[in-house]
Structure formats: C-alpha cells, structure tokens
C-alpha cells in the first residue's frame, strides 16, 4: 500500500500534535476511571487518525494489470477480406480464427472488447464477422478508438487487417501503441489490373486529350492483356498489348476527343480471366468536364505584318478562342501612336490607347500575345501590368517575331523577365537536341519533350507528330532567342547551317501563369506551301492558344478533392477575387450540389481565411457517377462570380486496388505508434508483449483503499463506540 498524497513531514507532525492535544483537552478533566479515560481517549485518537490517513489517499498498488484495462481488438470486415488468398480460404475466415485465438488469452490480464471496422466502428462477434463494408479508412477507426475510450485506461490496440486502406492513413495523436496482425498474401495474386488512370489537361472544345492508362498482369506470364476503352459507356478503341515480363507494367496512351458539351467519362478495362482471383480491379474510369467558357486572346502587334492575317484567321474560326486584335499602324500628324482595332464594341474602347490601361480591363483577358513588340511601346508601367498578369492572375503570354528579341525590343523591359530564354545568351542548350532536324536551315525539329506535348501534337502517336513536322516548309528565318532559363522546356529547334540547332519554341511557368517564346518567322509558310487540306498551321497555332490560356482561373474558383468514393467527405476549397483579381473580402458564399440522380443539396461554406477571400463546404457522395458542383459568390447585391467544379464518385474500385495484402502500411501504423508488427509465430507472445510495453514509472494497476464501505463503516463504528461509553459512563 501507497500514499497517493502524502503530506509533508511538518504538516503529518503539526496533525499528529493536534489530536493529541484535542484528544487531551477532551478527557483530562472528565471525573471517570484512568482505564475509561484511556478507552475514549484511543477511540477519538484512532477517529482522527484514520481521517488524517484517509485524506492523504492510500492505494494498493498491483503488479498485475488494472481491471478495466481494456484492449480494443479490431477486425477489418471490409470487402477486400473476401480475397482467398489466406491459405486457400478468405481472408475473413483467418481473422475471425486469429480474433477465437487472441481473445481468450488477452483476457486473462485486461478486457476485451471487440469491433468491427471498415468505413465505421461497431462492435463485433468475431465468429459472425462478414466481409461486407464497402472501403477501408483505417485513419477514421483508429480515431473513433480514440473517442470511444476517451478518458479510459488502454493498455494497446490490436489490428487485424489486410492493410487495404482507402483513406489517408494518418495515426491519430494519443493513440496508444497498436499492433498490427497482417492476414492474406503479401505476394502477387493471380490477377488484372488497371493500375491508374490519367486524363491529360481540361481541354476546351474540340480538343484531343491524352488518355493514359497503365495495367498490369500478374500470374499469367507474358500473356497479352486487351485493353478496351469505352467513352461513356460506347465502345471507342481496343488494344492488345504484351507486357515485358510477369507483373511489369504497361502503359498506353489513348488520344479521345471529348465532346466538349457535356461531362464525358472515360472507361478503360480488360476483361475478366475465368480464374482471375479479383476481377472488381479491371476497370477504372475518369471524367472529362465540360468545356469551359471561350478562352479571351489579347493580340498586341508592334508593326503590320504578314503573319497577322494568317493568325487571326486561325483564332477567329476557333470556337473555343474570342480573339480581341490591335495592331500600331504607326503616328499621326502630333506624332502619337495610332492602331487599327478589331475587338468587340464593349472592349474596343479600352484598347484605344492600343494597350489596356488598368489591371481590370487587362485581367478580362487569359493569354496576351505580343507580336514584334518594342521597347518604346512597352515602358515600365505596361510591362509591370503585364507582369503582374502573368505571376499574380495566371495568365499566358506568347512573345513572336523577330523584333521582340532583337536590340529594340522588350530586352531590358519587365516583360524580358517573363521570357522563358535570356536574351543575348548561348544558343541551344546540349539537352534541346532533336533526333533530327534533317540538316536544313530553318526546319522545325522536336525535341523529347516536344514529341509528346499538346502544343505540337500533329499525329496519335509521337512519330507521326514527328513525321509530319519533319514535312514541314522551312521558316524564313529564326530570330536568335539565346539561353533558355533554369526549369524551362525546349519543345523545338531550328536546324542551321554550321551553326547548330537553336531553340525555336522555349515555354516554362511563371507564377501563376506560364510564358511562351517562339522565334519563327513567316509561319504562314506552312499554310501556302501546303496543300489545302493540310491544317499543320491552324493547328499549332490554336493548340499554342488554347494551352496558354486553358490554366487561366476565374474570379471564383472552386476545387473539389476526395470524395472518389461514395460516402467518403468530399472537400470543396473556394478562392473569391474580383475582377481586378484581389481577394473579394466581404463576399458570400453558396455551394450547391447535384447527384447522379437530380437531388440537389446546399452546402453551409465555412470562411477559412477572410484576408484571402477563402471558404470550404465538405459533402458525402452517397452516390456512385457525376457530381456536379456549383458556387455562387456575391458581394451585397453584386455577384461576383459563379464556378462549377464536376466529381467523378466510384470511378475506380480502391478497396480491391492492388489486392496484395499491404504489410507495408500495418508496419508503419504499429512503427508510429509505438507498437509492433506480430506474425503468426509471435502471436502467443502478444499479452506479453503488451504488459512488457507498459511504462516502468507508473504503477500498473492501484486500488483506492479509502474510497469504499469499509472505511465508511469503521469511522461510523468507531464514533458510534465512542457516544454508547460516554453515554453509559455519564457523559455527555
């Protein structure tokens, strides 16, 4: 037995020195007999000193556990426990027969409560364990653990799972150690898959995408695998590939054309094998949004040229381009710059100047193009607009011609920053090479990242963008654009000869934007020595547009993230700014979403950060295909902006997604907790193991000795004892 509150040596004499003397005062002056005296006398001393003892706590201190220690023992019931692979038979059947094991001899020293998990926590008969729950989210029930014992004494956590876990796998703080009992196969299984699923950029409309899909093959050799990809539920390409090796994956790039209109899903799958051990992992989905609004083009030229024409036919006939075009014809009579303008009648007058003036009218447009700009047009006030256009907005901006990179031009101007080259550096980097740009001065060769980027892209696959690049008339001429900065790409170069291949397309991201320099001349070329129906140059020249401006955000931007499974939360993170682009603080905001089947329901948006302008609305998918969501911010009477965001739930199955089962992740939950991994030879060795874990310095079970009827009942007893005597002794 132990003090849990001892006193201080003074404070236990000061006390002891008290009932004596009260003990003393009492009786020293009553007229009864020494022996009776003595007898009250120790029935009021012994009284006191048990209140004193009492008041300092004693406990008994055990070597063994606590009773009510108790030890949560979790069952994973989610469905990817079905897989036979535990010994031939399903992975549940072994849990349950580890939990019959474990159960019995953990109660011997603590309590046993048992549950079951897989997108909740319930408890659980272990023998009457199915593998039923759609998803595992090993994070939320180790959480729940937390809140459900809140307050009470655990002295471990015991796991038993496949370590399939469809959540973010986070250990909660306070968690006590956990350990983790792995069931199922670590090894391959007799199984196809469709690894993962890419949809390259949101494309505007009519644009071609790349779809890339990666499978894999495991336990069928060097099998060819058919891949069959569906565009919303309709055939649209198949494929037989044969992959390298047993288990090695392949990847194979789709080109599709999304409609544009509407949202378009894209299915890949590959049909089940009779013997295939998970067939439920052989399709993966994507969604395609609709196209967004027409991208807004600003074209800024320096001087008339023959390009212009050609250009602005191109951007015009593209319906997912509104082109606004000022050119400087040159200076009147009092020697001011006049421009010839060709913009819708709301916008045309504020490009009178032939530049916007402030950061709203600049900011309506996504990409600015400069054409032959110099120095003189572009001071330091313009270049800083469209500095901050680029970096703070996230608009694009394409530089071309000849007198933009030559002395004169925007070298030494704000807008020089921007570019993705230095100017007046060394040519061409080692790096920017092309396989060939068949020795003829001025003709486009690609480099490796050009072959495969949307820019470029001619053919459905990169050798024949190659090939058709390669038939290409030669430019006129290649301005000289110099060294490409740190982080920037060379998609093209130029040959020449005896002087190498020089950088021809250099693009690279700038803040928030990206930037594009381009140093051909006389693409129209590629137009008139062409036949008619080749559209080599509407082409390149709309895809350059619509990939500058296509990552170019709205006032009101919303992104949507998890929520890939039904049930599991969705996060929609809002950004309100105004048209100017500053954070729209004192704006409201509504968030709306519509399922698969029509309901529609309102979301209560929390403000996160009121200087940023930012807020977030979280939802449960509770069904499987498109959701549609849709902010709406206001400011007073005003409304500042609508965004639509669209969510794919159930697109791929992520229970059954690589169905090996995961020691990997039971390892670093036990590891991060404090815990361990046990496999079946040290199963036995578990009790053990846990009362070993138990913090040395603290007691491992106490007992309040004073808390209880016992103590109750002889302070009752003794002063009843103590009024019968003097009663009967005749005193009051």
């Not at 920037?488 to 991201?509: D, E, H, K, Y």
């Not at 803040?511 to 381009?518: D, K, L, N």
């Not at 791929?652 to 046990?678: K, W, Y």
């Given at each position: 037995?132990?003090?849990?509150e001892?006193?201080?040596?003074?404070?236990?004499?000061a006390?002891?020195?008290?009932?004596?003397?009260?003990?003393?005062?009492?009786?020293?002056?009553?007229?009864?007999?020494?022996?009776?005296?003595?007898?009250?006398?120790?029935?009021?001393?012994v009284?006191?000193?048990?209140?004193?003892?009492?008041?300092?706590?004693?406990?008994?201190?055990?070597?063994?556990?606590?009773?009510?220690?108790?030890?949560?023992?979790?069952v994973?019931?989610s469905?990817?426990?079905?897989?036979?692979?535990?010994?031939?038979?399903?992975?549940?059947?072994?849990?349950?027969e580890?939990?019959?094991?474990?159960?019995?001899?953990?109660?011997?020293e603590?309590?046993?409560?048992?549950?079951?998990?897989?997108?909740?926590?319930?408890?659980?008969?272990?023998?009457?364990?199915?593998?039923?729950?759609?998803?595992?989210?090993?994070?939320a029930?180790l959480?729940?653990?937390?809140?459900?014992y809140?307050?009470?004494?655990?002295?471990?956590?015991?796991?038993?799972?496949?370590?399939?876990?469809t959540?973010?796998?986070?250990?909660?703080?306070g968690?006590?150690?956990?350990?983790?009992?792995?069931?199922?196969?670590?090894?391959?299984?007799?199984?196809r898959?469709v690894?993962?699923?890419?949809?390259g950029?949101?494309p505007?409309?009519?644009?071609?995408?790349?779809?890339?899909?990666?499978?894999v093959?495991?336990?069928?050799?060097?099998?060819?695998?058919?891949i069959?990809?569906?565009?919303?539920g309709?055939?649209?390409?198949?494929?037989r590939?044969?992959?390298?090796?047993?288990?090695?994956?392949v990847?194979?790039?789709?080109?599709?054309?999304?409609?544009?209109?509407?949202a378009?899903?894209?299915?890949?799958?590959?049909?089940?094998?009779?013997?295939?051990?998970?067939?439920?992992?052989?399709a993966?989905?994507?969604?395609?949004?609709?196209a967004?609004?027409?991208?807004?083009?600003?074209?800024?030229?320096?001087?008339?040229?023959?390009?212009?024409?050609?250009?602005?036919?191109?951007?015009?006939?593209?319906?997912?381009?509104e082109?606004?075009?000022?050119?400087?014809?040159?200076?009147?009579?009092?020697?001011?710059?006049?421009?010839?303008?060709?913009?819708?009648?709301?916008?045309?007058?504020?490009l009178?100047?032939?530049?916007p003036?402030?950061?709203?009218?600049l900011?309506?447009?996504?990409?600015?193009?400069?054409?032959?700009?110099?120095?003189?047009?572009?001071?330091?006030?313009?270049?800083?607009?469209v500095?901050?256009?680029?970096?703070?907005?996230?608009?694009?901006?394409?530089?071309?011609?000849?007198?933009?990179?030559?002395?004169?031009?925007?070298?030494?101007?704000?807008?020089?920053?921007?570019?993705?080259?230095?100017?007046?550096?060394?040519?061409?980097?080692?790096?920017?090479?092309?396989?060939?740009?068949?020795?003829?001065?001025?003709?486009?060769?690609?480099?490796?990242?050009?072959?495969?980027?949307?820019?470029?892209?001619?053919?459905?696959?990169?050798?024949?963008?190659?090939?058709?690049w390669?038939?290409?008339?030669?430019?006129?001429?290649?301005?000289?654009?110099?060294?490409?900065?740190?982080?920037?790409?060379?998609?093209?170069?130029?040959?020449?000869?005896?002087?190498?291949?020089?950088?021809?397309?250099?693009?690279?991201?700038?803040?928030?934007?990206?930037t594009?320099?381009?140093?051909?001349?006389?693409?129209?070329?590629?137009?008139?020595?062409?036949?008619?129906?080749?559209?080599?140059?509407?082409?390149?020249?709309?895809?350059?547009?619509r990939?500058?401006?296509?990552?170019?955000?709205?006032?009101?931007?919303?992104?949507?993230?998890?929520g890939?499974?039904?049930?599991?939360t969705?996060?929609?993170?809002?950004t309100?700014?105004?048209?100017?682009?500053v954070?729209?603080?004192?704006?409201?905001?509504?968030?709306r979403?519509?399922?698969?089947?029509?309901?529609?329901?309102?979301?209560?948006?929390?403000?996160?950060?009121?200087?940023?302008?930012?807020?977030r609305?979280?939802?449960?998918?509770?069904?499987?295909?498109?959701?549609?969501?849709?902010?709406?911010?206001?400011?007073?009477?005003?409304?500042?902006?609508?965004?639509t965001?669209?969510?794919?739930?159930?697109?791929?199955?992520?229970?059954?997604?690589?169905?090996?089962?995961?020691?990997?992740?039971?390892?670093?939950?036990?590891?991060?907790?404090?815990?361990?991994?046990?496999?079946?030879?040290?199963?036995?060795?578990?009790p053990?193991?846990?009362?070993?874990?138990?913090?040395?310095t603290?007691?491992?079970?106490?007992?309040?000795?004073?808390?209880?009827?016992?103590?109750?009942?002889?302070?009752?007893?003794?002063?009843?004892?103590?009024?019968?005597?003097?009663?009967?002794?005749?005193?009051?």
């Amino acid at each position: 037995m132990t003090l849990a509150e001892p006193w201080p040596w003074w404070a236990l004499l000061a006390a002891l020195a008290g009932v004596a003397f009260l003990t003393w005062r009492e009786y020293s002056r009553a007229r009864i007999s020494r022996h009776q005296r003595a007898t009250l006398a120790a029935l009021r001393a012994v009284t006191l000193l048990l209140l004193i003892l009492f008041l300092m706590r004693p406990v008994a201190v055990s070597d063994g556990a606590p009773r009510g220690t108790v030890v949560p023992l979790l069952v994973d019931v989610s469905r990817s426990m079905r897989i036979a692979d535990a010994g031939g038979r399903p992975r549940i059947q072994r849990a349950r027969e580890v939990a019959a094991r474990l159960a019995p001899a953990l109660g011997r020293e603590f309590t046993v409560e048992t549950l079951g998990f897989g997108e909740t926590l319930d408890p659980l008969d272990p023998q009457r364990a199915e593998a039923a729950a759609p998803r595992t989210d090993l994070s939320a029930a180790l959480s729940a653990v937390a809140d459900r014992y809140r307050g009470r004494a655990l002295a471990g956590v015991v796991v038993i799972s496949d370590g399939a876990d469809t959540g973010d796998g986070a250990v909660p703080a306070g968690i006590p150690p956990i350990y983790t009992i792995p069931v199922g196969s670590p090894q391959p299984l007799r199984d196809r898959e469709v690894a993962a699923l890419a949809i390259g950029d949101a494309p505007l409309s009519g644009s071609i995408v790349d779809l890339t899909a990666t499978v894999v093959s495991h336990g069928f050799d060097r099998s060819p695998i058919e891949i069959r990809v569906l565009e919303n539920g309709r055939p649209f390409a198949a494929r037989r590939v044969q992959p390298a090796a047993d288990g090695a994956p392949v990847q194979e790039v789709f080109q599709v054309p999304p409609p544009g209109e509407s949202a378009t899903i894209y299915t890949v799958e590959i049909p089940a094998a009779p013997d295939e051990l998970v067939p439920e992992n052989n399709a993966r989905s994507v969604l395609v949004p609709p196209a967004g609004r027409r991208r807004r083009l600003l074209l800024v030229e320096g001087a008339p040229g023959f390009e212009h024409s050609f250009l602005k036919r191109a951007w015009t006939a593209d319906p997912g381009l509104e082109l606004d075009a000022v050119v400087r014809k040159g200076q009147n009579e009092r020697g001011e710059d006049t421009f010839y303008i060709q913009a819708s009648t709301d916008r045309a007058p504020s490009l009178a100047s032939g530049f916007p003036v402030d950061r709203k009218t600049l900011f309506a447009y996504d990409a600015i193009v400069l054409a032959n700009a110099g120095a003189g047009f572009f001071g330091r006030e313009r270049g800083d607009l469209v500095e901050a256009f680029v970096g703070e907005r996230g608009g694009g901006l394409l530089v071309l011609g000849a007198r933009s990179f030559a002395p004169g031009g925007i070298g030494g101007t704000a807008i020089e920053d921007l570019l993705p080259v230095v100017l007046g550096g060394a040519a061409a980097r080692r790096d920017a090479t092309p396989a060939s740009t068949g020795g003829s001065p001025n003709r486009v060769g690609l480099t490796a990242d050009g072959r495969r980027h949307p820019i470029l892209r001619l053919g459905t696959t990169p050798e024949e963008t190659e090939k058709r690049w390669a038939a290409a008339p030669a430019l006129a001429s290649v301005a000289t654009l110099g060294t490409p900065r740190p982080g920037a790409r060379v998609l093209a170069v130029a040959g020449g000869s005896g002087s190498g291949a020089r950088p021809l397309l250099v693009l690279q991201r700038f803040g928030e934007g990206r930037t594009v320099a381009f140093g051909g001349e006389a693409t129209w070329r590629w137009r008139m020595m062409r036949p008619t129906e080749d559209r080599l140059y509407e082409t390149f020249w709309r895809q350059t547009a619509r990939w500058l401006a296509a990552s170019s955000p709205d006032p009101v931007m919303a992104a949507v993230t998890r929520g890939s499974a039904p049930r599991e939360t969705a996060v929609v993170d809002v950004t309100v700014r105004d048209a100017a682009f500053v954070p729209a603080r004192g704006a409201s905001v509504s968030v709306r979403v519509r399922g698969p089947g029509g309901r529609v329901e309102e979301l209560a948006a929390e403000p996160v950060d009121a200087a940023a302008a930012t807020w977030r609305a979280r939802f449960k998918p509770s069904e499987t295909g498109v959701h549609v969501v849709t902010v709406e911010a206001t400011r007073g009477a005003e409304r500042v902006g609508i965004a639509t965001r669209h969510l794919l739930t159930g697109g791929a199955d992520l229970e059954m997604a690589d169905p090996r089962a995961n020691d990997a992740v039971l390892a670093r939950l036990a590891g991060e907790s404090g815990g361990a991994l046990v496999r079946d030879a040290d199963m036995d060795r578990l009790p053990g193991m846990m009362a070993a874990a138990a913090d040395p310095t603290s007691p491992r079970a106490t007992r309040e000795r004073w808390h209880g009827p016992v103590p109750i009942l002889l302070i009752i007893g003794l002063l009843s004892s103590e009024w019968i005597l003097r009663r009967r002794w005749g005193l009051r």
